[in-house]
C-alpha cells in the first residue's frame, strides 16, 4: 500500500503553524498558545484536499514542525534535527511567515533551506486577515516564485482552499495521487512489519532478535533510533521486511500538559507497513502515548498485533489480588490492563515476548502472516445481508421521534483493509452505538484477527445524504 504524501509546515515561532494545522484539519491536534515556541516537537495530521470524504487517495499527512531557532541547547539541536527531517521527508515543503511583521535572517534561512531541497516549496502568509499585514512585495525577496505565495489566515480559513488546491496540483505532477491499491499484497511482495512504541520499550532489541543481527543500535538511552532500519529476513519460505522506527516521548516536564510526538517517520513507517507491532512495555504502566499510537494504527487501516516486551524482567511471584482476595500471576495482572487500557482494540492479538530469551519472538511472524491472510478475506453479499437482518431483528435501530433509520442491505466493497457499505433510508441518524453493534456481528461471523474494519453509510434520500454524507467508521 502506497504511503501518504507528507507535507511539512516550517517557519519561526508565533507564526501561526499550529493553527493552520488545526484549521485545515478540521479539528485541535497541535497545541495552540500566545507564547512562543509552544510547539516542542513534529505533530502530525491527515488532511482531507477533497471536500468528499470518499476521496481517500486525496489525503496527505501534514506535519506541524516545531519552531525554527538557533539551537542553544541539545534540547534546541533535537528540534532543528526534526526540522531536517521534516525537510528531507516531505514532498511539499510550506514556509510560513507572520504577515503582519516584516522578514528577518532567520525567515531568509528558512526560505534558504527550504528552496535547497529542490523540492516544491510554497510561501504562506498567515495572519493576512489582520489590517497590518504586510503587501506581498514585501516578501518576494524570500526567492520564492510569487505564483507559490499564498495569503492564509488560520482564524477565518482564507486561503485555506486555495492551499489544498495548489497542494494537490503539485503532488497530481509527480504522480503521488495515483489510486492507492488496497487489493491483496503481490505474492512476490515481502510482508512489511513496523516496530511502534515509546522510546526504551524494546523496539532495537526486538528489531535485532527477529532479524538475528546486530543491525540497530541497541542502547538504554532513550531515542537512540533516529531513522527507520530495515532488514529484510525469509521466514517459512516468504519474505519479511521489518522496519524500526524512533520512538515517541514522554511528555518533558519542561512543558506542563503538552503532548510530544515522534518524528514523522514514525507516522510514515505506519503508512508504509502492513502490520505494525505496538510495543508496550511490562514494567511500565500504559500512557496515553500508547493509546494515541494505537490509534494511529487502527486510523491507518493497518493490521495490529500488542506485543508485551521484557517479560523475563517480571518476578515470577504471585501478588494479592485485594479485590477479590484470588492470586494474580504477573501475566494475568498485564493481560487485565491491557484490557481495561486498550478496550478499543478487542481484535488485536497479545503477544508476550522476551528479547533476551527469545521468548515467542518468531510468532510475531506466525501473527503478522495470519493478519494478513485475514485482511483480503472477503465475506460473501447473501452472508452479510442475512447477518444485517438477523441484526435488525434482534435490536432495531432507534430513532428520533417519527423517523427510524431503516437499513436496506450491504456489501463488502473492499479489502485490505475491509471495508463495508450499508445502503438503507436516514441512515445519518443511525447511532454510533448502533454502528459498533453491527461491527460485532460481523466479527461473530468472520473475526477479522488484528485489522480494523471500516463502514460507509449511504441515505437513498437525498435530504437525508446531503445532511449526512459518507463517513468511514472503524
Known sequence: MKSLPIVALIGQTNAGKSSLLNRLAR???????REEGTTRDNVVARVNLSSDPRHESRQILLVDTAGLKNPEDDFEASIQDQIADAIES?????????????????????????????KPVFLLLNKSDRGEALPINDFRALGIPEDH???TSATTG??????????????????SFAPRSKSPRPENSALKIALIGR?????????????????????????????????????????????????????????????????????????????????????????????????????????????VTKTDLLAEREIE??????????TDIILNGLEKDFNFLPFAPVLLTSSETGKNVTKLFDLAEQIAETRTHEIKTSDLNKILREAIASHPPAGLKNTRPKPKYIVQTDTNPPWFVVHGHDLGLLHWSYKRFLER??????????TPIFFSFKSDNPKSADKNPPSKTR
Do not use: M, W
Not at 261 to 283: G, H, K, N, P
Open 149 to 151: 505565495i499564498i495569503r
Open 27 to 33: 479539528k485541535n491536534i497541535a497545541i495552540v498558545a
Open 321 to 330: 489480588n485485594t479485590l477479590d482476595e484470588k492470586p494474580l500471576n504477573p
Open 441 to 450: 456481528k460481523i466479527r461473530e461471523f468472520y473475526p477479522y484477527i488484528g
Open 199 to 307: 522510546p526504551n520499550v524494546g523496539k532495537s532489541s526486538l528489531f535485532n532478535a527477529l532479524g538475528k543481527k546486530q543491525q540497530a543500535i541497541v542502547s538504554s538511552r532513550q531515542g537512540t533510533t533516529r531513522d527507520i532500519n530495515r532488514v529484510n529476513v525469509r521466514y517459512n519460505g516468504k519474505d519479511i521486511e521489518i522496519l524500526d522506527t524512533a520512538g515517541l516521548r514522554k511528555p518533558g516536564k519542561r512543558e506542563v500538559g503538552i503532548e510530544k510526538f515522534s518524528a514523522i517517520r514514525t507516522l510514515a513507517a505506519i503508512e508504509e507497513a502492513d502490520i505494525c507491532a505496538l510495543l508496550v512495555d511490562s514494567t511500565e504502566p500504559h500512557s496515553k502515548l500508547d493509546q494515541s499510537l494505537a490509534g494511529q494504527i487502527v486510523e491507518a487501516g493497518k493490521g495490529i498485533i500488542v506485543v
Open 158 to 175: 482564507a486561503g485555506t482552499a486555495d492551499l489544498k488546491e495548489a497542494i494537490l496540483r503539485e503532488l497530481s505532477k509527480n504522480g
Open 90 to 118: 516531505a514532498e511539499i515543503i510550506l514556509v510560513t511567515v507572520d504577515s503582519t511583521k516584516y522578514f528577518d535572517d532567520h525567515d531568509k534561512n528558512i526560505a534558504k533551506s527550504a528552496l535547497r531541497s529542490k
